[in-house]
Protein backbone atom coordinates (compact mmCIF):
# COMPACT_ATOMS: atom_id res chain seq x y z
CA UNK A 1 0.00 0.00 0.00
CA UNK A 2 1.35 3.38 -0.86
CA UNK A 3 2.06 5.93 2.41
CA UNK A 4 0.80 8.84 2.20
CA UNK A 5 3.03 11.51 4.24
CA UNK A 6 0.71 14.42 3.73
CA UNK A 7 -1.72 12.41 5.03
CA UNK A 8 0.18 11.54 8.01
CA UNK A 9 0.98 15.46 8.48
CA UNK A 10 -3.09 15.95 8.36
CA UNK A 11 -3.34 13.59 11.64
CA UNK A 12 -0.77 15.52 13.30
CA UNK A 13 -2.41 18.71 12.95
CA UNK A 14 -5.59 17.00 14.04
CA UNK A 15 -3.60 15.36 17.47
CA UNK A 16 -2.29 19.49 17.52
CA UNK A 17 -5.69 20.66 17.17
CA UNK A 18 -7.44 18.51 19.57
CA UNK A 19 -4.92 19.29 22.38
CA UNK A 20 -5.05 22.77 21.78
CA UNK A 21 -8.69 23.01 22.27
CA UNK A 22 -8.69 20.73 24.86
CA UNK A 23 -6.20 21.85 27.45
CA UNK A 24 -7.30 25.19 27.33
CA UNK A 25 -10.11 24.40 29.99
CA UNK A 26 -7.87 24.87 33.28
CA UNK A 27 -6.14 27.82 32.54
CA UNK A 28 -9.54 29.94 31.66
CA UNK A 29 -11.07 28.66 34.88
CA UNK A 30 -10.03 31.76 37.42
CA UNK A 31 -12.23 33.76 34.29
CA UNK A 32 -15.04 31.93 34.05
CA UNK A 33 -15.13 32.01 37.84
CA UNK A 34 -14.88 35.35 37.82
CA UNK A 35 -17.15 36.24 34.33
CA UNK A 36 -20.23 34.38 35.55
CA UNK A 37 -19.68 34.61 39.28
CA UNK A 38 -19.39 31.04 39.79
CA UNK A 39 -18.73 28.80 43.16
CA UNK A 40 -15.66 26.61 42.75
CA UNK A 41 -18.75 23.84 41.74
CA UNK A 42 -20.06 25.40 39.24
CA UNK A 43 -16.97 26.18 37.16
CA UNK A 44 -16.18 22.61 37.61
CA UNK A 45 -19.23 21.16 35.83
CA UNK A 46 -17.13 23.12 32.78
CA UNK A 47 -14.95 20.31 32.18
CA UNK A 48 -17.65 18.17 33.21
CA UNK A 49 -19.45 18.77 30.72
CA UNK A 50 -16.36 18.39 28.13
CA UNK A 51 -14.84 15.22 29.17
CA UNK A 52 -18.22 13.17 29.99
CA UNK A 53 -18.88 13.94 26.28
CA UNK A 54 -16.13 11.54 25.53
CA UNK A 55 -17.68 8.98 27.69
CA UNK A 56 -20.60 9.32 25.66
CA UNK A 57 -19.37 9.35 22.20
CA UNK A 58 -16.44 7.16 21.99
CA UNK A 59 -18.15 3.59 21.33
CA UNK A 60 -20.93 5.55 18.89
CA UNK A 61 -17.86 6.88 17.44
CA UNK A 62 -16.89 3.57 17.00
CA UNK A 63 -19.41 2.59 15.81
CA UNK A 64 -20.26 4.87 13.25
CA UNK A 65 -16.82 4.38 11.68
CA UNK A 66 -17.58 1.14 10.29
CA UNK A 67 -20.94 2.48 8.23
CA UNK A 68 -19.13 5.67 7.45
CA UNK A 69 -15.74 6.97 5.77
CA UNK A 70 -13.00 8.57 7.91
CA UNK A 71 -13.37 11.77 6.09
CA UNK A 72 -16.85 12.20 6.56
CA UNK A 73 -16.65 11.27 10.42
CA UNK A 74 -14.03 13.98 10.68
CA UNK A 75 -15.28 16.87 8.96
CA UNK A 76 -18.74 15.51 11.07
CA UNK A 77 -16.49 16.04 14.28
CA UNK A 78 -14.80 19.31 13.23
CA UNK A 79 -18.71 20.91 12.13
CA UNK A 80 -19.81 19.77 15.97
CA UNK A 81 -16.84 21.43 17.42
CA UNK A 82 -17.44 24.65 15.59
CA UNK A 83 -20.64 24.64 16.75
CA UNK A 84 -19.64 24.32 19.96
CA UNK A 85 -17.28 26.73 19.70
CA UNK A 86 -19.48 29.21 17.79
CA UNK A 87 -22.10 28.74 20.78
CA UNK A 88 -20.10 29.58 23.36
CA UNK A 89 -18.35 32.88 21.21
CA UNK A 90 -21.88 34.34 19.75
CA UNK A 91 -24.14 33.90 23.50
CA UNK A 92 -21.43 34.09 25.93
CA UNK A 93 -23.08 33.07 29.24
CA UNK A 94 -23.02 29.55 31.79
CA UNK A 95 -25.63 27.52 30.21
CA UNK A 96 -24.44 28.38 26.49
CA UNK A 97 -20.82 27.15 27.80
CA UNK A 98 -21.84 24.11 29.08
CA UNK A 99 -23.57 23.36 25.35
CA UNK A 100 -20.73 24.78 23.76
CA UNK A 101 -18.00 22.03 26.03
CA UNK A 102 -20.21 19.21 25.77
CA UNK A 103 -20.11 19.80 21.80
CA UNK A 104 -16.39 20.48 21.74
CA UNK A 105 -15.87 17.15 23.76
CA UNK A 106 -18.39 15.56 21.50
CA UNK A 107 -15.96 16.16 18.44
CA UNK A 108 -12.71 15.30 19.88
CA UNK A 109 -13.98 12.10 21.04
CA UNK A 110 -15.38 11.21 17.61
CA UNK A 111 -11.72 12.51 15.82
CA UNK A 112 -9.84 10.31 18.81
CA UNK A 113 -11.24 7.36 17.49
CA UNK A 114 -10.50 8.01 13.86
CA UNK A 115 -7.11 9.34 13.81
CA UNK A 116 -4.92 6.27 14.97
CA UNK A 117 -6.47 3.81 12.32
CA UNK A 118 -5.75 6.75 9.54
CA UNK A 119 -2.61 7.18 11.15
CA UNK A 120 -1.26 3.48 11.11
CA UNK A 121 -2.83 3.57 7.06
CA UNK A 122 -1.40 6.15 6.02
CA UNK A 123 2.22 5.79 7.84
CA UNK A 124 2.48 2.40 7.45
CA UNK A 125 2.04 -0.39 10.29
CA UNK A 126 5.94 -1.05 10.49
CA UNK A 127 5.98 3.11 11.10
CA UNK A 128 3.26 3.22 13.66
CA UNK A 129 4.84 2.82 16.60
CA UNK A 130 7.40 6.11 15.40
CA UNK A 131 4.78 8.17 14.81
CA UNK A 132 2.10 7.61 17.48
CA UNK A 133 5.53 8.80 19.76
CA UNK A 134 5.64 11.45 17.19
CA UNK A 135 1.70 12.64 17.58
CA UNK A 136 2.15 12.20 21.21
CA UNK A 137 4.82 14.83 21.56
CA UNK A 138 2.78 17.03 19.15
CA UNK A 139 -0.36 16.85 21.50
CA UNK A 140 2.60 18.23 24.24
CA UNK A 141 3.24 20.83 22.44
CA UNK A 142 0.10 22.17 21.18
CA UNK A 143 -1.14 21.82 25.14
CA UNK A 144 1.87 23.82 26.00
CA UNK A 145 1.37 26.82 23.40
CA UNK A 146 -2.65 26.62 24.21
CA UNK A 147 -2.08 28.86 27.42
CA UNK A 148 0.42 31.27 26.06
CA UNK A 149 -2.06 31.81 23.43
CA UNK A 150 -4.63 32.44 25.36
CA UNK A 151 -1.97 34.93 27.55
CA UNK A 152 -0.92 36.52 24.50
CA UNK A 153 -4.78 37.34 23.03
CA UNK A 154 -5.76 38.75 26.46
CA UNK A 155 -3.24 40.71 26.50
CA UNK A 156 -3.31 42.43 23.30
CA UNK A 157 -6.92 43.04 24.11
CA UNK A 158 -6.24 45.11 27.00
CA UNK A 159 -4.25 47.13 24.28
CA UNK A 160 -5.40 50.97 23.23
CA UNK A 161 -5.14 51.59 19.64
CA UNK A 162 -4.62 48.19 18.59
CA UNK A 163 -3.71 48.34 15.43
CA UNK A 164 -3.96 44.90 14.07
CA UNK A 165 -7.06 43.97 12.20
CA UNK A 166 -7.53 40.68 14.27
CA UNK A 167 -7.35 42.11 17.48
CA UNK A 168 -9.59 44.77 16.27
CA UNK A 169 -12.32 42.67 15.79
CA UNK A 170 -11.92 40.53 18.35
CA UNK A 171 -12.55 43.79 20.78
CA UNK A 172 -15.59 44.57 18.53
CA UNK A 173 -17.35 41.20 19.41
CA UNK A 174 -15.65 40.12 22.76
CA UNK A 175 -17.11 41.68 25.76
CA UNK A 176 -14.56 43.41 28.10
CA UNK A 177 -15.42 42.08 31.18
CA UNK A 178 -14.76 38.56 28.82
CA UNK A 179 -12.06 38.32 27.20
CA UNK A 180 -11.40 34.90 27.49
CA UNK A 181 -14.20 34.35 25.03
CA UNK A 182 -11.69 35.10 22.26
CA UNK A 183 -10.54 31.88 22.24
CA UNK A 184 -13.93 30.80 21.66
CA UNK A 185 -13.97 32.57 18.46
CA UNK A 186 -10.17 31.57 17.51
CA UNK A 187 -10.98 27.71 18.05
CA UNK A 188 -14.22 28.55 15.35
CA UNK A 189 -11.99 29.76 12.84
CA UNK A 190 -9.81 26.81 13.54
CA UNK A 191 -12.45 24.56 13.20
CA UNK A 192 -13.39 26.40 9.89
CA UNK A 193 -9.71 26.01 8.65
CA UNK A 194 -9.81 22.24 9.64
CA UNK A 195 -12.98 21.74 7.13
CA UNK A 196 -11.84 23.11 4.67
CA UNK A 197 -8.61 20.89 4.30
CA UNK A 198 -9.91 17.81 4.68
CA UNK A 199 -12.69 18.31 2.62
CA UNK A 200 -10.46 19.29 -0.22
CA UNK A 201 -7.77 16.12 0.96
CA UNK A 202 -8.09 12.55 -0.93
CA UNK A 203 -7.81 9.98 1.86
CA UNK A 204 -6.74 6.32 1.87
CA UNK A 205 -8.83 3.23 2.38
CA UNK A 206 -8.55 2.38 6.11
CA UNK A 207 -9.01 -1.25 6.90
CA UNK A 208 -10.16 -1.79 10.39
CA UNK A 209 -7.82 -4.33 12.27
CA UNK A 210 -9.78 -6.42 14.40
CA UNK A 211 -8.86 -5.00 17.86
CA UNK A 212 -9.98 -1.81 16.11
CA UNK A 213 -13.85 -2.67 15.19
CA UNK A 214 -16.78 -2.52 18.40
CA UNK A 215 -17.42 -6.19 19.73
CA UNK A 216 -21.01 -7.25 20.97
CA UNK A 217 -22.27 -5.50 23.66
CA UNK A 218 -22.19 -8.88 25.42
CA UNK A 219 -18.09 -8.89 25.27
CA UNK A 220 -18.05 -5.61 27.05
CA UNK A 221 -20.82 -7.00 29.94
CA UNK A 222 -18.19 -10.41 30.19
CA UNK A 223 -14.60 -8.05 30.85
CA UNK A 224 -16.22 -5.93 33.23
CA UNK A 225 -16.99 -9.59 35.52
CA UNK A 226 -13.11 -9.86 35.55
CA UNK A 227 -11.42 -8.28 38.52
CA UNK A 228 -8.53 -6.74 36.69
CA UNK A 229 -10.39 -5.16 34.10
CA UNK A 230 -12.21 -3.66 36.76
CA UNK A 231 -8.85 -2.42 38.49
CA UNK A 232 -6.82 -0.83 35.51
CA UNK A 233 -10.75 1.28 34.55
CA UNK A 234 -10.37 2.68 38.13
CA UNK A 235 -6.59 3.14 36.74
CA UNK A 236 -7.41 4.72 33.84
CA UNK A 237 -10.14 7.09 35.80
CA UNK A 238 -7.67 8.45 37.98
CA UNK A 239 -5.00 9.09 35.88
CA UNK A 240 -7.10 11.20 33.68
CA UNK A 241 -8.76 12.59 36.81
CA UNK A 242 -5.27 13.40 38.19
CA UNK A 243 -4.10 14.78 35.07
CA UNK A 244 -7.04 17.47 34.83
CA UNK A 245 -7.56 17.69 38.91
CA UNK A 246 -4.14 19.25 38.63
CA UNK A 247 -3.80 21.32 35.54
CA UNK A 248 -7.65 22.28 35.66
CA UNK A 249 -6.67 23.74 39.26
CA UNK A 250 -3.21 25.23 38.96
CA UNK A 251 -4.28 28.72 37.78
CA UNK A 252 -6.57 29.29 40.61
CA UNK A 253 -4.72 27.94 43.00
CA UNK A 254 -2.23 30.24 42.40
CA UNK A 255 -4.69 33.22 42.07
CA UNK A 256 -5.99 32.06 45.85
CA UNK A 257 -3.59 31.20 47.92
CA UNK A 258 -0.61 33.31 46.10
CA UNK A 259 -2.24 36.15 44.59
CA UNK A 260 -0.81 35.69 41.34
CA UNK A 261 -2.02 37.22 38.13
CA UNK A 262 -4.20 33.85 36.50
CA UNK A 263 -4.07 35.32 32.92
CA UNK A 264 -0.35 35.27 32.70
CA UNK A 265 1.48 33.46 35.76
CA UNK A 266 -1.44 31.09 36.28
CA UNK A 267 -1.62 30.46 32.24
CA UNK A 268 1.75 30.45 32.05
CA UNK A 269 2.57 27.72 34.68
CA UNK A 270 -0.40 25.37 33.33
CA UNK A 271 1.70 25.63 29.96
CA UNK A 272 5.22 24.90 32.17
CA UNK A 273 3.00 21.53 33.63
CA UNK A 274 1.99 20.42 29.99
CA UNK A 275 5.46 21.26 28.64
CA UNK A 276 7.48 19.22 31.40
CA UNK A 277 4.81 16.49 30.65
CA UNK A 278 6.06 15.84 27.44
CA UNK A 279 9.17 15.89 28.28
CA UNK A 280 8.99 13.63 31.03
CA UNK A 281 7.07 11.06 28.40
CA UNK A 282 10.34 11.19 26.61
CA UNK A 283 12.57 10.21 30.04
CA UNK A 284 9.92 7.66 30.85
CA UNK A 285 10.45 6.38 27.17
CA UNK A 286 14.27 5.20 28.13
CA UNK A 287 13.73 4.43 31.57
CA UNK A 288 11.25 1.85 30.55
CA UNK A 289 14.15 0.67 28.41
CA UNK A 290 16.46 0.13 31.89
CA UNK A 291 13.81 -0.65 34.60
CA UNK A 292 10.60 -3.09 34.89
CA UNK A 293 7.90 -0.57 34.18
CA UNK A 294 6.02 -0.94 37.32
CA UNK A 295 9.18 0.18 39.11
CA UNK A 296 9.16 3.04 37.31
CA UNK A 297 5.24 3.89 37.68
CA UNK A 298 6.34 3.09 41.14
CA UNK A 299 9.47 6.14 41.92
CA UNK A 300 7.06 8.73 39.16
CA UNK A 301 4.08 8.37 41.42
CA UNK A 302 6.29 8.85 44.63
CA UNK A 303 7.77 11.55 42.98
CA UNK A 304 4.69 13.38 41.57
CA UNK A 305 3.07 13.06 44.96
CA UNK A 306 5.83 14.95 46.62
CA UNK A 307 5.43 17.65 43.75
CA UNK A 308 1.67 18.39 44.63
CA UNK A 309 2.68 18.42 48.33
CA UNK A 310 5.07 21.26 47.86
CA UNK A 311 2.29 22.65 45.60
CA UNK A 312 -0.18 22.58 47.83
CA UNK A 313 1.30 23.39 51.00
CA UNK A 314 4.78 25.49 49.72
CA UNK A 315 5.33 28.97 49.51
CA UNK A 316 4.47 30.69 46.21
CA UNK A 317 7.98 30.31 43.78
CA UNK A 318 7.70 26.72 45.00
CA UNK A 319 4.22 26.21 44.41
CA UNK A 320 4.73 27.66 40.84
CA UNK A 321 7.77 25.06 40.12
CA UNK A 322 6.23 21.93 42.30
CA UNK A 323 2.92 21.99 39.66
CA UNK A 324 4.80 21.80 36.44
CA UNK A 325 6.88 19.17 38.01
CA UNK A 326 3.22 17.06 39.01
CA UNK A 327 3.00 17.50 35.32
CA UNK A 328 6.47 15.63 34.14
CA UNK A 329 6.24 12.71 36.95
CA UNK A 330 2.84 12.00 35.64
CA UNK A 331 3.84 11.63 32.07
CA UNK A 332 4.83 8.15 32.45
CA UNK A 333 1.44 7.21 33.81
CA UNK A 334 -1.59 6.97 30.55
CA UNK A 335 1.66 4.47 28.32
CA UNK A 336 2.90 2.37 30.70
CA UNK A 337 -0.94 1.42 33.30
CA UNK A 338 -2.42 1.33 29.47
CA UNK A 339 0.49 -1.42 28.81
CA UNK A 340 0.23 -3.08 31.81
CA UNK A 341 -3.49 -3.57 31.52
CA UNK A 342 -3.72 -4.85 28.35
CA UNK A 343 -0.56 -6.99 29.25
CA UNK A 344 -2.81 -8.45 31.75
CA UNK A 345 -5.59 -9.95 29.54
CA UNK A 346 -4.93 -12.98 26.86
CA UNK A 347 -7.98 -11.56 24.52
CA UNK A 348 -10.05 -9.08 23.63
CA UNK A 349 -7.77 -6.67 23.46
CA UNK A 350 -9.90 -4.13 21.41
CA UNK A 351 -13.35 -3.84 23.52
CA UNK A 352 -10.43 -3.64 26.86
CA UNK A 353 -9.03 -0.17 24.81
CA UNK A 354 -12.22 0.64 24.62
CA UNK A 355 -12.67 0.46 28.25
CA UNK A 356 -9.57 1.88 29.13
CA UNK A 357 -10.34 4.92 26.81
CA UNK A 358 -13.77 5.27 28.21
CA UNK A 359 -12.00 5.92 31.64
CA UNK A 360 -11.35 9.78 30.29
CA UNK A 361 -14.30 10.68 32.37
CA UNK A 362 -12.12 11.00 35.30
CA UNK A 363 -11.99 14.02 33.83
CA UNK A 364 -15.29 14.75 34.32
CA UNK A 365 -15.84 13.22 37.54
CA UNK A 366 -12.41 14.42 39.63
CA UNK A 367 -11.79 17.81 38.68
CA UNK A 368 -15.77 18.24 39.99
CA UNK A 369 -15.45 16.78 43.32
CA UNK A 370 -12.38 19.02 43.85
CA UNK A 371 -14.50 21.93 43.15
CA UNK A 372 -17.34 20.37 45.48
CA UNK A 373 -14.85 20.14 48.38
CA UNK A 374 -13.41 23.43 47.81
CA UNK A 375 -16.43 25.25 47.92
CA UNK A 376 -17.05 23.88 51.26
CA UNK A 377 -13.42 23.15 52.73
CA UNK A 378 -10.77 25.38 51.17
CA UNK A 379 -9.80 24.99 47.29
CA UNK A 380 -6.47 23.45 48.47
CA UNK A 381 -8.49 20.82 51.27
CA UNK A 382 -10.13 20.13 47.90
CA UNK A 383 -7.18 19.05 45.74
CA UNK A 384 -5.89 17.05 48.41
CA UNK A 385 -8.25 14.57 46.99
CA UNK A 386 -5.61 13.85 44.41
CA UNK A 387 -3.40 11.72 46.79
CA UNK A 388 -6.32 9.37 46.57
CA UNK A 389 -6.21 9.05 42.80
CA UNK A 390 -2.52 8.85 42.64
CA UNK A 391 -2.28 6.81 45.81
CA UNK A 392 -4.11 4.01 43.42
CA UNK A 393 -1.90 4.75 40.88
CA UNK A 394 0.87 4.08 42.90
CA UNK A 395 -0.24 0.85 44.08
CA UNK A 396 -0.62 -1.30 40.28
CA UNK A 397 2.91 -1.04 40.56
CA UNK A 398 2.31 -3.12 43.42
CA UNK A 399 -0.38 -5.27 42.58
CA UNK A 400 -0.40 -5.91 38.57
CA UNK A 401 1.05 -8.98 37.05
CA UNK A 402 1.42 -8.90 33.21
CA UNK A 403 1.53 -11.61 31.43
CA UNK A 404 4.97 -10.04 29.40
CA UNK A 405 7.20 -8.10 31.30
CA UNK A 406 8.23 -5.19 29.77
CA UNK A 407 11.54 -5.70 27.79
CA UNK A 408 14.64 -4.01 29.04
CA UNK A 409 18.26 -3.38 27.46
CA UNK A 410 19.74 -5.48 30.48
CA UNK A 411 17.56 -8.59 30.22
CA UNK A 412 18.15 -7.97 26.18
CA UNK A 413 21.91 -8.47 27.09
CA UNK A 414 21.61 -11.39 29.04
CA UNK A 415 20.25 -13.57 27.05
CA UNK A 416 22.08 -13.29 23.93
CA UNK A 417 24.83 -14.14 26.87
CA UNK A 418 22.73 -17.29 27.73
CA UNK A 419 22.89 -18.28 23.95
Not at 7 to 32: A, H, K, Q, R, Y
Not at 136 to 148: D, R, Y
Amino acid sequence: MKRSYYMVGIVMLTFFVISFLTNIIGPLIPDMITGFSLSLTLVAVLPFAFFIAYGVMSIPAGMLIEKYNEKKIMVTAFIVAFTGSLLLAVFPNYLSALGSLFLIGCGMAMLQVVINPLLRTSGGEENYAFYSIMAQLIFGLASFLSPLVYSGIVLNLKQENQSNLFFKMLIEHVPSKLPWISMYWLFTIICVGMILVLLFSRFPKVELKTEEKPEALSIYMQLFKKRVVVLFFIAMLCYVGTEQGVANWISQFLSTYHGYDAQKTGAETVAYFWGLMTAGGVVGLLLVKLMDSRKVLILFSVLAIISLSAGLFGSGPVSLAAFPMVGFFASVMYPIIFSLALNSLEEHHGSFSGILVTGIIGGAIVPLIIGWLGDHTGLRNGMCFLYLTMGFILSIGFWAKPIITNKTIRLSKRKKELQ
